[in-house]
């Protein structure tokens, strides 16, 4: 497969790049960049020196598409809009890793405060969430804290048995990108923990999308992000109340049926840590019944750029093309 | 005040001796440690060199007794019920740091799996919440995460208005206490963040005792601790279900009213952060509603060794002597 | 004394207000900020929120003088040079904390690039190494770098016995300022260490002229500095070569001699470390003899926004005044 | 190539575990842990879940050789010495992660203080250095601060250029084993920088015996090893003192000539970061001259645990079996 990145100079096209590396059946024919044009890739990426030679260029979308079988944009929100149109009207295959074609448009325009210029459907890429996946041209590639939110909940809302859940999420610092800015100066950030936009962020909507989806009754989901002082990482503590009681085998049941042969779900006895999915796309999950409370707190870990980002692109590109969707993908944790 | 320290070789333990050594009424008189006997202190604490020249000594309580006012046991629980009785004999005044006095006893045996051997009644000590103390000759300490949470949410739950609670809270790692283990080791915990004890924290005894002490109907009540790449300081998330819908106003106005006149609680416009109360005894509380789902998202931020423990521990300690609150304790948090 | 800071927006700033929060005999009587006047200190710096109550104000240095007894100018290097004349002509003392007066004015023209609009003379402002500074006007505070890495050869430069010197040096991230940038970008910080300016630090010049003010004779002395993953403090590893074979006796008898009564010195046996001196004034020093190599390895721990800046500049002021340079300043470091 | 790991359990065994699993060749045929016997290796590796399925077994070098075409010793110095002549008698290769082959047996006695109960010659395994490697059976791998420092150095000390070398060496925490400690513990480890051992290292043997290879004359080599609050990672900073006055394009020269065709060997302009080189075996190498002080500053990175350990192991068994050494090794960092 020949492959564009429309826009590589932040972390997730630099992520795109390193996890493409590794890829038996990708190569890479165009990497742009406004701002950069003419630099190496691995002047801004200096991690990729010897293993990516390219430099970057300032393409229209169809030169890119000209060259390739698959583009995948990842620039900022209300930018992708601008190019998707006519990557697709090429007839390439596109990932977009933007938030631009995740939500329905009414709900973007609502959330985001823009005018959308090309309402088109997208598929929603969650791959465990989302069978149609692999015959399609077009995925939205999900947000960070979606991902983790929605796989640490999806099964017990498929069952129908949420009452109520509460996502208070934990992300690393290059959730925040690649520019520095007060929340990313090391010394705000060290020693400490950010909560910032307790109910009102974005990603909420994505979640809630999601969610719905599989149990369309259910109303109460909050979500509150915070920041940790790690580089990489979403840990998200789901404190779930169910309608019912349930014990722990009938929740490993769920949870284990609803994820079967599913590769990158990792179902533990234990409690999740990032460290164990730091550079990988696992998503693992555990949890715990809070007898008496009627609350189930699940924890899914994942690393924000891999399974929240840059890998799970990589993922929906595999089901695109009818490889496995492992294929390049499939790689430990870099613990410690 | 001359001043006993019963179990002086602990983070607590250090921590009195720190925040003493600004105090101006106090003189400490004797530091105990069974296994550095005849050590000095600031060998074992090499801040405090130049600072506190003292030895750790191993005495009976009833020799420490004879050279102080006050003592502070700074021990594990289940010890402290073995030294408090001869100290209170002695007819000096006590601050235990230690879990063994501040639950009933009854309570206190199914918490901690352990048979009370001196099942006597203290007063719960944080200030904020128990104009009681000064007239007290014993006092329990709280818990780290019971001093944070409660803070935040007494004074909804004081107004009858809390319908459930789900108390997320993120501690610094000296929480776990001076000695190595897996939980601190160094490359277990940097670029992490560890979730534990989901739903079954000792914990949450004393959360439950204080907030149902003010709304005796308050039943649901949930807290899940995580340890995050801190060294210092616990954010409280609180996630609090109300009764009826409540404006940002009624909301100041609760807590304004309910923490007048507190010195250590500062009331925030937007978020606190750990960097602020760092070394202080400072208990920050800010919050937001969350429109439509009945959520208000309360936000407390306090530093776990000094507001959490020996802080509130000198506060008591002013507080039983007649003295104004701030004491020795007027200090700004270290940041950045 | 009455205290007037003239930039009071950034680190050192707020470094001074929450030590001078300390200070039995200073009453803070004016704070500038040119670009936030109106607005509270306590918004730039939360920390101080309840300590410090005033406002920033855009005056000029004149208006400044005729509230206080002493100035302590926390402006950029090249602004320092355009207020300072004022102060001194109004008969206040000063301390300038920026790099413009510590340099002889051709080394300074030099090394900063600019040219020097008041070409005066002012004492450098290490106590420990200059006892004239009780009878001064003005000072000129050191930088952080030359004050761990001075404060760790004078003795041996002093005595002669250098016969070249190796500083390399850590410093946290704090060092480079309030602005968030590259360096400071909690992602590139994170689990790293920085290397910078190998062989040209302008603070080179510094360490340079406090130590040939000792040894006239000395003329190897390299300086290479790094930013660790810290925000506060520096270490300095003094690699230094010597003339003749010491023993261990003869240097810690060389050290004790040199710091005789100097109370911010801790001359310890073993190794300094960043912890013990968090938030102090302290400067705690050590060394090993690399014997067959004729090197001694000294370490001096700082913090470096006290000792290295804002603890210092006080101390000078104590000074200045006749006070005990120890008055409120005698904490000890935040440890854990 | 059937592989054998003898002392899995600890961050160095997880290693190996971790590179093999991208290696094409590569097949794991047993991995041995007296004390987790019967174990999962997931479950002390739990970043290796679904990626390795394999049990610790306690098996005699015997039965892992009978297994194996080469075998990897990832156990204690003093422990390798009793498995490695059986595995060599049973004409297996040998890869020994341990310090017990790569000194001289005199050398290695005095620097462990210990007897060697198999003075046996190694070939040192810095592939880079030794040309030889490609036929040996065995080979001594090295330590992590031996790789960072003779490669920053030994183009220069080939050259014979080499008056003096200063290594101040800060490595990452996970250098200290898996195994908790005072050292490790976070409280003592973040926010800090801990300078140890400042003279008296035993990996200066190792660095000394390599650089006295390449330049027989060569006496002075100083070493200083540093813990930074990283988990991965060794920056050495080489202050190099020079024979004679050398050019930036001289120094170039002397690198570019020396590492010509080394694919792990990444010469930069500008200044290495262990974030780059994260995960992956590459060693960044970047330097400046500091005119008038005939030193030059060399700085390179390395992966504690890849290029430091598990990954060279790895490159030594390429070469051993005659395949490219960049075989399974050929990856990014892992940025940010």
């Given amino acids: 497969m020949d492959i564009g990145i429309i826009g590589g100079s932040g972390y997730t096209g630099g992520e795109l790049m390193r996890l493409l590396s590794y ?33 970057f260029e300032d393409l229209q979308p169809e030169e890119v598409a000209s060259r390739c079988d698959i583009v995948f944009t990842a620039v900022p929100h209300g930018t992708a ?23 329905k448009t009414d709900v973007f ?58 996502f208070d999420s934990k992300s690393g610092v290059s959730g925040a990108g690649v520019e520095p800015s007060e929340v990313s100066h090391y010394p705000n950030m060290a020693e400490n923990i950010q909560a910032y936009k307790l109910t009102t962020h974005r990603h909420r909507a994505e979640i809630f999308q999601e969610l719905t989806r599989l149990d369309g009754g ?77 609350r189930i707190v699940v924890i899914s870990a994942i690393d924000n750029l891999v399974k929240g980002a840059s890998g799970q692109a990589i993922q929906n590109m595999n089901l695109m093309f009818g490889l496995p969707e492992t294929t390049g993908l499939w790689h430990p944790g870099l613990a410690p």
Same sequence: chains 1, 2, 3, 4.
């Fill in 23 to 55: 890829h038996p059946e990708a190569a890479i024919k165009a990497v742009t960049s406004r701002s950069r044009k003419g630099q190496k890739v691995s002047d801004t990426h200096p991690h990729l020196r010897k293993i990516c030679d390219m430099e």
């Fill in 81 to 103: 809009m601008q190019v998707v149109p006519a990557l697709l009207d090429a007839g390439v295959k596109v990932v977009d890793l933007s938030a631009d074609y995740r939500l």
């Fill in 109 to 166: 325009e609502k959330t985001y405060k823009m005018k959308h210029i090309d309402p088109r459907k997208a598929i929603y890429g969650i791959p465990e969430l989302h069978p149609e996946i692999p015959s399609q041209q077009f995925i939205a590639n999900p947000g960070c804290y979606p991902t983790g939110a929605s796989l640490a909940a999806a099964p017990l809302a498929k069952a129908g048995l949420i009452e109520r859940v509460v």
């Fill in 218 to 294: 259910l109303k109460s989901i909050c979500f509150t992000p915070h920041v940790i002082p790690s580089v990489r990482g979403i840990l998200t503590t789901a404190h779930i109340f169910v309608k019912k009681e349930l014990s722990e085998e009938d929740v490993s049941k769920i949870y284990n049926d609803f994820y079967k042969d599913r590769p990158f779900i990792r179902l533990i006895k234990g409690i999740p840590m990032l460290g164990n999915v730091r550079g990988s796309n696992f998503c693992d999950i555990g949890f715990e019944i809070d007898k008496g409370n009627d």
